[in-house]
T-cell receptor
């Protein structure tokens, strides 16, 4: 069946470094993708989205890249801060990946 | 504007019992989706309701059911509870159906523990 997955369950980075979180999807007909951030004790929150007619979209300190050829998207977080510690999910429609836990080392 | 409200926040039930969870979406949102979140499986889609009709359904047994009322509030019911049903149940509301075109707004969830 269709699935959305992330490559790594945990990613540890130094404060101030850039973080890259990856996601693969299987539905070639997918045309809308979202990245969510879930902090401890809270529900997921929208970070940024991208449509299939785009390769890249930038927000504040975040960039999402979409490679439709290999059905892969990534979330880049610039100058990672302690507040970025959370679990990050990519979503394809109603389907979510299992999440990557981003840990920020001081 | 009030966010998505889920009640109760915490619940402890015994195996074999049934439970009903409630979700009030953001005003104006007609789509409500439910998810089960466990440490090993991440967020798993249960079902989505839009304008009182179930529009999409995940791969969960028939013990899991839901409904949506005319004011877009939604309830989720789990019958004959099993230990494996212990999880965080998240509700999300959005303007459109199918998770396309717009983002979903999540509540804080209901933490269900089955003993």
């Amino acid at each position: 069946g269709e699935s959305v997955g992330l490559h790594l369950p945990t990613l540890s980075v130094q404060e101030g470094d850039n973080s890259i979180i990856n996601c693969a999807y299987s539905n070639s007909a997918s045309d809308y993708f979202i990245w969510y951030k879930q902090e401890s004790g809270k529900g997921p929150q929208f970070i940024i989205d991208i449509r299939s007619n785009m390769d890249k979209r930038q927000g504040q300190r975040v960039t999402v890249l979409l490679n439709k050829t290999v059905k892969h998207l990534s979330l880049q977080i610039a100058a990672t801060q302690p507040g970025d510690s959370a679990v990050y999910f990519c979503a394809d429609g109603l389907t979510f990946g299992k999440g990557t836990h981003l840990i920020i080392q001081p | 504007k009030a966010g998505v409200t889920q009640t109760p926040r915490y619940l402890i039930k015994t195996r074999g019992q049934q439970v009903t969870l409630s979700c009030s979406p953001i005003s104006g949102h007609r789509s409500v989706s439910w998810y089960q979140q466990t440490p090993g499986q991440g967020l798993q889609f249960l079902f989505e309701y839009f304008s009182e009709t179930q529009r999409n359904k995940g791969n969960f047994p028939g013990r899991f059911s839901g409904r949506q009322f005319s004011n877009s509030r939604s309830e989720m019911n789990v019958s004959t509870l099993e230990l494996g049903d212990s999880a965080l149940y998240l509700c999300a509301s959005s303007l459109t159906t199918g998770g396309t075109n717009t983002e979903a707004f999540f509540g804080q969830g209901t933490r269900l523990t089955v003993v």
